[in-house]
């Protein structure tokens, strides 16, 4: 069973608006990662933060982590009709070495 | 730096028959893990190889089975084929951190597998 949980399953914005997903989680994990997927290819890394990290900035990318509420969440400001995707969060699971993917976050930009 | 790369892009089988896909790492990287995407889903994890030996497996039957070799690349074997096994079959390379969790993780542009 997939432990990641995105939310929402897809979500449809114009250019240049912020785009919010956001992603729960069940177990423990050493860290969590998000990537990004265009039109069934394979896979970007977007960003790692670890258990002991809160947030973590990449560009146009903000990641959160509460480990207290086992969520994260992947901010992209200013998005571009480029940042049309879909994106997974994965996690690492403490004691165990396999990342479990969710289902994911279509995101659609209009320009 | 070609990064990950698998082999071949597309593949069209028939039920019962067999299969071999193959992935070379990012240089530097000395682990390989295996992913199954079906349309619409996010990548099931299949299992991951470091220094030759299977580390973890996830929830799939004994059809499917790997290898890695002692330059890192790595074959994923899938034997009786199904018509559910038609999906895209992701490879990802990294490293591991100090706690032998996976880094950041560099995937291939899969294989697409369809199963007749």
């Known amino acids: 069973s997939q432990q990641g949980e995105e939310d929402p399953q897809a979500l449809s914005i114009q250019e240049g608006e912020n785009a919010t997903m956001n992603c729960s989680y069940k177990?423990?994990?050493?860290?969590l990662q998000w990537y990004r997927q265009n039109s069934g290819r394979g896979l970007v890394h977007l960003i790692l933060i670890r258990s002991n990290e809160r947030e973590k900035h990449s560009g146009r990318l903000r990641v959160t982590l509460d480990t207290s509420k086992k969520s994260s969440s992947l901010l992209i400001t200013a998005s571009r009709a480029a940042d049309t995707a879909s994106y997974f969060c994965?996690?690492?699971?403490?004691?165990?070495?396999?990342?479990?993917f969710g289902a994911g976050t279509r995101l659609f930009v209009k320009a | 730096d070609a990064g990950v790369t698998q082999s071949p892009t597309h593949l069209i089988k028939t039920r019962g028959q067999q299969v071999t896909l193959r992935c070379s790492p990012k240089?530097?990287?000395?682990?390989v893990s295996w992913y199954q995407q079906a349309l619409g889903q996010g990548p099931q994890f299949i299992f991951q190889?470091?220094?030759?030996?299977?580390?973890q497996r996830g929830n799939f039957p004994d059809r499917f089975s790997g290898h890695q070799f002692p330059n890192y690349s790595s074959e994923l074997n899938v034997n009786a084929l199904l018509l559910g096994d038609s999906a895209l079959y992701l490879c990802?390379?990294?490293?591991?951190?100090?706690?032998?969790?996976?880094?950041?993780?560099?995937f291939g542009p899969g294989t697409r597998l369809t199963v007749l």
């Open positions: 177990t423990s994990i050493n860290n």
């Open positions: 190889y470091y220094e030759e030996e299977e580390r």
């Open positions: 990802a390379s990294s490293t591991l951190d100090l706690a032998g969790a996976v880094d950041e993780q560099f």
């Open positions: 994965a996690t690492d699971e403490t004691g165990g070495f396999k990342t479990i």
């Open positions: 240089s530097g990287h000395d682990t």
